[in-house]
Structure formats: C-alpha cells, structure tokens
C-alpha cells in the first residue's frame, strides 16, 4: 500500500513541475498560449483552403493536360485530409477537457460543438475527395466538384468556429447578460471583427498555398515524381500563396486605412502612432516578397528556408487576426 501510495505521490510531483516552471517563467506561459492560438487557427484556415487549390490544380490537370497538377492535387488531398483529422481529433480532446469552463445547453456550448460537427462533415467530404480518386477518373467533374463542397464546407466550418471564440470570450465578461446577439456579431461594419472577417478567406488561401509548398517539399523523397514535377508545382504553390495574400494585404490595408482616418478624426492618432501602424502593416508584405522568390526561382527546391520563414511570418500573423476576431472593445460597457 506504502509502495502505491509513494508512486502516485512521484507522479504527483512530476505532474505538478509544468506549472511550477510556468509560474517561474511567465513568458513561457505567454509563449505556450500564442502556440495554442495561432497553430489551430493556421491549420484550420489551411485546410479550408487546400479544397479549393486542390479542385484547381485538377482542373489545370484537365485543361492544360499536364500530369503534374493532377499528382498535385492528390497531395494537396493527402494534406488536407492529414490536417482535417488532426484538428478533429484534438479538437475533440480539447472540447473533453474544457466542457466544464462555460455553461452545458448554453448558446457558447452550442456553438462551440456545432463547429466541432461542421469541421467533423468536412473532414468527412475531403476524406471521400481524396479516397475516391482512382475510383472518379472518369467522371472528373464529380470529383472536381467534390473538392470545392469540402472546401466550401470547411469554410462554413471556420465561420462557425469564429463565431463560437467570440460569443465565448462575450459570455466571459462580467456583463454577459445585458450583451445581446446584435452587438456580438454586428458591432459595425469598420469594427475588428467585421475587418478581420473581409480578409478571412484570401487569408485561408494563401495559408493553403503556403502549407502546400511546404508539404511538397516534405514529400519529395517519399514520393519522387521527378525534379521537374516539384520545380513546377512548388513555385505553383507559392505563386497561388503570393496572389492570395497580396489580395488579403490590401484588404487589410484599406481597413488600416479606414480605422486611421476615423480615430484620426477623433483626435485619437498622432503621428507617430500613424508611424507605428504603417510599420504594422509594411511587416507583412514580407511572406509575399519570400513567396515572389520562390515562384520565379528556377530551382525552388534551393528555397526550402525562405518557404519555411514565409510560412512561419504567415502563421504569425494568426495571433493578431484571432485578437480582433475576438476584440470585444465595440461592445457596450
């Protein structure tokens, strides 16, 4: 008895050294949140994404006749696919484990498995995508079409899930109750989250093309479909990576745009907070630059680093963009 009781009293102890190193570290706890955010949202935009730019690339398999987008696009199936069970299953070891913070039957529970289902349907969708390839070789419309239902799919899936991180963070404020529907979701159409919603889907396309480079690049001694198969699909994916986020920048330009001018005119910006945000907004122009390299380079696969730090800069950018997904600054006090 002395022996079972002197083991759970180590593995006690052994349990409890995290949260002692995190009380010892605070910026290792700030850290493991930023990790928390950012690496969910960036594969679930992805795989939002890859549908659309894998349905792509099989077209261009069609139209253009080359072998090399529909080889392409199965990869991209394989990723999506890798990525959509990977988020179910720790979503749903996520959901076990903080059911107890919020209300059971509450709206913030409904929402919250409700983007938990959606996310499970499409995963579902892309799973058939990529296992019924050989099977619709013949009838590529169908299949064609299939991928755009998954990625559609996982689009609303994404939607859902945003919504469900902002009634949450809404509910957890001490005047949860005066707060209603209306002043979650409709706060103004130039408010954070309205601004950080207009960039969302250039956003999970470029998160895909820049997931997809990277993916191939991981698979190109798994499989070797030949040096030029993966000189042309990599800048392919990058290129794709580059158009989608030069769309999203000026998206969000304009919206930095618009956010100076009306806290200009109320008296709320100087200079050198005008300074500040144009410096915000200059660092993301970064990712497309490393991108731009890679879809002109001749040997891409020299590039392995430059993909690697756009997707990382890429990626960073989630933490900010769930922040004003969730800023709850326009509600009323």
Known sequence: MNFFQDVLAQMTMWAALPKQWLHAYPFLQTGIDALCVTLPLAALLAFAGLGFVSATARIFSITRKRSSYDKCARQLAMLAMVLGWTLLIAGRVWLFFVQSAYTPDSLPDFMVELSW??????????????????????????HIVMG????????????????????????????ASSITLGDIFFPGWLSPFWCALYWTLPLALAMAGACGAMWLVIRRKREDFGRDHYN??????????????????????????????????????????????????????????????????????????????ALLLAVAFMLPYYAQVTDLSALKA
């Open 232 to 309: 042309t699909m990599i800048p392919w994916c990058a290129a794709w990576a580059r158009n989608a986020w030069t769309i999203f920048w000026l998206i969000f330009l304009g919206a930095t745009v618009a956010e100076i001018q009306q806290s200009w005119q109320g008296d709320a910006f100087t200079g050198r907070n005008v300074a500040l945000e144009s410096a915000k907004v200059l660092i993301w122009l970064a990712p497309l630059a490393l991108w731009t390299i890679v879809a002109r380079s001749v040997a891409p696969m020299r590039h392995k680093l430059s993909l690697l730090a």
């Open 117 to 142: 289902i959606l996310l499970g349907l499409a995963v579902l969708i892309s799973s058939l995508y990529f296992a019924l390839w050989k099977f619709l070789v013949k009838t590529p419309i169908l």
């Open 148 to 175: 755009f239902v998954s990625g559609m799919q996982a689009c609303i899936a994404v939607a859902v899930t945003l919504g469900a991180a902002r009634m949450l963070s809404a509910y957890t404020r001490p005047d």
